[in-house]
């Protein structure tokens, strides 16, 4: 046995009395400290006092019980160094082989609805950390263990080698350094939000696997799921699964992409994507109705794609869902019924989010190659914009309920991009263009005849009055946009001269 001195102090005491157990059989003396001492000794377990090993007592209500020469000494010094063990040797410091060392539960403690600041800041570890960060720095002389699920192994090897191998001393450390670079991520997130800094100079980010994925976009690429810590409920990241397989990348991506447009409504609405764009959006009285419409909308991308609503999907709703391919089915949750018929396809994924959830205002991350790109996200709704009609005819009642249902799906499209709307329901999209007027001309083709009486928004201004003219041959009656380029007048007098009223949000919704 090369493990002779073990050093356990945990606040997660999920099998620590066992592993205790078991290493004082291997003939392993055991050192700790508070909870986890007088746990260990609860059991029966010989645990020497790291007051004892160090001559001093726990000071400043436990702040300083481990950061000594005589803990750290023995963590730190390199076995096959005659002069690191003379100076052991003179100081009376007996080497540490094996650290078993857990963290005080920051993350749990201010996800607390009622913590206090004061509260916050007492549970930051210190000695926790610097031992880990020791005994890791000193991993070919030391074993360091974080997690309970890593236990057996070192048991295990323990037992059939009398040693830990190197190879599992370097990824336990790693383990560590990962461990320990998250809680301080975790406190310096914290902090820098209490002290009212949005992009400080530098930006250290945590996230948490969720899964491995079978690939990325592509079957060539490797992938996995990460999900932010203490992140927003309402995500696909805090789903929860009710039935099919696995979800892919592609899957997260547009399921991701209909939870974003189906929280912008709060009639009763429904949202069909296709590759991270909208295929189909129909609000009603009912889910039913709001489905019906989405489906109408545009029944051949909806094939294959995936399904968000923002009520719970009934009965009837589910029968016509029946009918068609769906990957995926997301919704705040799903009658006895509705899961007794979706159910009987074997694949399709049905989750459940937390509709109810706070709206978290999360800073937006997109990766480029060698940097990250960070926004705050775009939240920005009809209700803040100072809505201005410009043309000589205002918008209909109805009208108005079509062009803020194709306001709150632009948003939404990548740009360039131009939606139709009428009687509830998108009719025509066009999505990702390299000009406004080709991406009116896809989303007109796709409404052909509907478009005659509908609304049309764009997610930024005109910069000619060629969409103008496109919409006024469609028979589209009203349309909205930002506003703000130096060419609107002309726009406008377009708008005037067939009798389309025009309305400007002053603000742009760009998609990239």
Not at 493 to 510: C, L, N, P, S, W
């Amino acid at each position: 046995m090369n493990v002779k001195r073990a050093l356990l102090s945990v606040s997660n005491k999920e099998g620590i009395v066992s592993l205790a157990k078991q290493l004082v059989e291997l003939g392993v003396e055991i050192i700790s400290t508070g909870g986890t001492k007088k746990a260990l000794e609860q059991e029966g377990i010989p645990v020497i006092s790291i007051s004892d090993v160090t001559g001093f007592p726990e000071i400043l209500d436990g702040r300083v019980k481990t950061l000594h020469p005589m803990i750290h000494g023995g963590l730190l010094a390199i076995r096959d160094d005659e002069h690191h063990l003379e100076q052991l040797k003179k100081h009376g410091i007996q080497p540490i082989d094996l650290v078993v060392v857990n963290l005080y539960p920051f993350q749990q403690t201010i996800a607390k609805q009622d913590v206090t600041f004061a509260e916050a800041i007492e549970n930051i570890d210190i000695g926790g950390p610097t031992m880990l960060r020791a005994a890791a720095k000193n991993h070919q002389d030391v074993t360091v263990v974080v997690d309970p699920a890593d236990y057996e192994t070192v048991l295990q090897e323990l037992k059939e080698n009398g040693a830990v191998s190197k190879a599992t001393k370097l990824k336990l450390a790693a383990k560590v350094f990962r461990h320990t670079a998250a809680y301080d991520a975790m406190i310096a997130e914290y902090l820098t939000k209490q002290a009212g800094e949005s992009y400080p100079e530098t930006l250290t980010v945590t996230f948490t696997k969720k899964q491995d994925l079978r690939y990325g976009e592509n079957p060539h690429q490797s992938a996995a799921f990460y999900q932010k810590p203490l992140g927003s409920s309402f995500s696909i990241a805090a789903a929860q699964q009710l039935h099919g397989k696995e979800l892919s990348y592609n899957n997260i991506n547009d399921a991701n992409a209909a939870l974003q447009i189906v929280k912008e409504f709060e009639d009763a609405a429904a949202v069909a994507v296709k590759h991270m764009n909208p295929c189909g959006v129909g609000v009603g009285d009912t889910i039913f109705e709001a489905f019906t419409r989405a489906y109408e909308a545009d029944p051949t991308s909806i094939f294959g794609g995936i399904v968000a609503l923002n009520r719970e999907v009934d009965r009837d709703t589910a029968l016509k869902m029946h009918e068609i391919f769906l990957e995926i089915i997301i919704a705040p949750s799903f009658s006895e019924e509705a899961l007794a018929i979706l159910t009987q396809k074997k694949n399709i994924r049905l989750l459940t989010v937390d509709f109810a959830a706070e709206q978290k205002n999360e800073p937006m991350f997109v990766s480029v190659k060698g940097g990250l790109l960070v926004q705050e996200e775009d939240r920005y709704t009809l209700d803040d914009a100072e809505l201005k009609v410009v043309t000589k005819r205002e918008p209909a009642e109805k009208e108005w309920e079509d062009l803020k249902l194709a306001w709150k799906v632009v948003k939404h499209v990548k740009s360039n991009a131009i939606v139709l709307a009428k009687d509830g329901m998108t009719i025509g999209i066009g999505a990702g263009q390299m000009n406004r007027v080709g991406a009116a001309k896809i989303a007109i083709e796709q409404a052909g005849e509907k478009a005659q009486g509908a609304a049309l928004a764009s997610d930024a201004f005109f910069p000619m009055n060629d969409t103008v003219e496109a919409a006024a041959k469609a028979g589209i009656t009203a349309i909205i946009q930002p506003g703000g380029s130096i060419r609107d007048e002309d726009s406008i007098q377009k708008a005037d001269e067939y009798g389309i009223a025009m309305v400007f949000t002053g603000v742009r919704h760009f998609k990239h």
